[in-house]
């Protein structure tokens, strides 16, 4: 603003006061005036820049926590499930079923579905083996309520391969 005012005061004065006309004077203001205007515009190209590059890093800062969140809850929910199955295939029903539905809780937190998927696949053998074998599995004492809540959280249109209500009855049954 401050270089418009004074490019139009040097334009003014560039103008002969005298009853000739001097073109180069008027021709330096007007190149004054165009210069003080685009060196205006250089600025206020650079700031606006600078704005909207402190907008985008902040979106970006913000994407990039969210995503961190998801992973960690993600990352959790594969090592939950390994951990289930080793304790599974170490005969530990107890550490088994609350490690799936551990797992199945930190996938729904991080927005990862193939964790839930490949629990209840496993949740559902085990209720197929148990059932078969007149067994009832043994769950940690006052977790039921929790194991079920968290499959009735679950679609069960989108898991329709595994049968979450039998799952959810093995449970109930459970000791």
């Known amino acids: 603003m401050v270089s418009l005012v004074l490019s139009v005061i040097a334009n003014c004065r560039s103008l002969p006061r005298t009853a000739g006309l001097d073109y180069i004077g ?21 700031v606006d820049f600078d704005k909207k590059t402190n ?9 990039i926590e969210r995503m961190n969140k998801e992973m960690k809850h993600t990352v959790r929910a594969y090592t ?7 304790g599974y295939s170490m005969g530990n029903t107890e550490i088994a079923i609350n490690n ?6 930190e996938s729904i937190k991080g927005n990862e579905r193939e ?14 083996y148990y059932s ?42 459970a000791g």
């Open 26 to 46: 008027v021709i330096v203001g007007v190149l004054t005036l165009l210069v003080a205007l685009l060196v205006g515009w250089n600025i206020y190209t650079v």
């Open 55 to 63: 907008s985008m890093e902040i979106k970006i800062r913000s994407v």
């Open 80 to 86: 939950l499930f390994l951990s289930a199955g080793n």
């Open 100 to 105: 799936y539905i551990s797992a199945i809780e």
């Open 115 to 128: 964790p839930i998927n490949l629990s209840l696949h496993e949740l559902s053998d085990m209720c197929a």
């Open 132 to 173: 078969s074998r007149n067994i009832v599995p043994r769950i940690k004492k006052g977790e039921k309520a929790r194991y079920i809540s968290t499959l009735y959280r679950l679609n069960h249109d989108e898991y329709h391969s595994c049968d979450i209500d039998k799952i959810i009855a093995m449970i109930d049954s």
